[in-house]
C-alpha cells in the first residue's frame, strides 16, 4: 500500500512506469484518475463477468430463449468439437460459475484463465468470417477474451474478495 506522500506525489506527477514518471497534460487530473482507478477495475471485472452469466444460463436452463444442453452441444459436433456434451458443459459452466467469480473478484485468476482460453477459442471459431461481429466474426470474442487476459494478468484489484481475503493466485 502506497503512503499517503506516495499518493500525493503520484497525484502531481502521473502515474510512474518503468522507473520513469509520466506526467499528466492536466495534473488536477490526477486526483480524479487517483481517486476513481479503483472503482474502475471494480466495474470492469463486474462487466466482464457478469455478461458471460446470462449466456451461460441460456446453454445451461435454456433461459432468456436460450438454446438449452442439447443444442449447444449438437453445435459443438457440428464445429466439429469432440466430445460435444463435454464442450458444451466446459463452455455453459465457464460462463455461468467463471462469469460469476469473475465479476465478484473471487479465484479471479483461475476464472479468468478459463475464461481467456474460452473465448480464445471462440476467436478461432469466429475467425473464418472475418473481424466483424455483425457478419458472425471474431470481434466481440477478442474484445472479452483480451478483458478476461487483463484479469488473468493483473488479479480482482482492490475491491475484490480475494484482496478482501488477502489470497489471490
Keep these: 500500500m502506497a503512503s499517503i506522500a506516495q499518493r500525493n506525489a503520484a497525484q502531481r506527477n502521473g502515474p510512474q512506469r518503468n522507473g520513469a514518471r509520466s506526467r499528466y497534460y492536466i495534473p488536477v487530473f490526477g486526483r480524479l484518475y487517483d481517486g476513481l482507478g479503483d472503482v474502475a477495475w471494480l466495474l470492469l471485472r463486474l462487466v466482464v463477468g457478469f455478461s458471460l452469466v446470462p449466456h451461460g444460463m441460456q446453454k445451461l436452463f435454456g433461459a432468456f430463449n436460450g438454446p ?46 478459463a475464461i481467456t482460453i474460452f473465448l480464445g477459442t471462440a ?9 466483424f461481429w455483425t457478419a458472425g466474426g471474431f470481434e466481440f470474442p477478442l474484445m472479452w477474451a483480451v478483458a478476461a487476459l487483463f484479469f488473468l494478468i493483473r488479479g480482482g484489484g482492490p475491491l475484490s474478495i480475494d484482496r478482501a481475503l488477502s489470497r489471490e493466485f
Design 68 to 113: 438449452g444442453m442439447a443444442r449447444v452441444a449438437a453445435n459443438f459436433a457440428q464445429q466439429g468439437f469432440n466430445p460435444p456434451t463435454l464442450f458444451a458443459w466446459a463452455v455453459a459452466l465457464t460462463e455461468l460459475v467463471g462469469g460469476t467469480l469473475l465479476a465478484i473478484g473471487l479465484f479471479t485468476r483461475p476464472a479468468a484463465l
Design 123 to 131: 476467436v478461432t471459431v469466429h475467425y473464418g468470417r472475418g473481424f
